[in-house]
T-cell receptor, first 110, second 111 residues
């Protein structure tokens, strides 16, 4: 399969803690993207990291990319109840389409 | 107000019927996409279009059809040949190779 594989499938933490989600893939990529989906809604783009980048930040989000290991991680710091959602990585391989993983369901407990 | 819209939000289909899901964008994006999402699963690509009057099959195109007569519009028809159409359908648009912007989705249920 060319899709990204997220790990863990589900994650439950206390508000204020950090959440880390991982994505592994099998082929070379042009870029890797992370998206969030609230229940029953469309996806919202979070961060795009290109294959020649190693780390990117956006507010409380930090994404790393290790092309030698074919893996990426998404770190959410100081989690909030509003961060409860499903998070997907998506791989852009140059075939003009994104390939999505199965997602990580994140639950932030108050 | 720029964005991507989908209609209807909920759609019910009787077996044997064709139904069409609407997707419109005013972001001036060349590329548009249709995805299917089943409960607890990721997104699977149905069809995509990089330019007007051209489109390509995705991973699960059987039982679906699309058209791209205008840059702003990319309707999806779920035909009677799709044996298990109950799902959440998401439309997206992008400048090719960049982030995708998603609509709010259409939830299709077969009665």
């Amino acid at each position: 399969s060319q899709q990204g594989e997220e790990d863990p499938q589900a994650l439950s933490i206390q508000e204020g803690e950090n959440a880390t989600m991982n994505c592994s893939y099998k082929t070379s990529i042009n870029n890797l993207q992370w998206y969030r989906q609230n229940s029953g809604r469309g996806l919202v783009h979070l961060i795009l990291i290109r294959s020649n980048e190693r780390e990117k930040h956006s507010g409380r989000l930090r994404v790393t990319l290790d092309t030698s290991k074919k893996s990426s991680s998404l770190l959410i710091t100081a989690s909030r109840a509003a961060d409860t959602a499903s998070y997907f990585c998506a791989i852009f391989q140059g075939a003009q389409k994104l390939v999505f993983g199965q997602g990580t369901r994140l639950t932030i407990n108050p | 107000d720029g964005g991507i819209t989908q209609s209807p939000k909920y759609l019910f289909r009787k077996e044997g019927q064709n139904v069409t899901l609407s997707c419109e964008q005013n972001l001036n994006h060349d590329a548009m996409y249709w995805y299917r999402q089943d409960p607890g699963q990721g997104l699977r690509l149905i069809y995509y279009s990089q330019i007007v009057n051209d489109f390509q099959k995705g991973d699960i195109a059987e039982g679906y059809s699309v058209s791209r007569e205008k840059k702003e519009s990319f309707p999806l028809t779920v035909t009677s040949a799709q044996k298990n159409p109950t799902a959440f359908y998401l439309c997206a648009s992008s400048r090719t190779g960049n982030e995708q912007f998603f609509g709010p989705g259409t939830r299709l249920t077969v009665l």
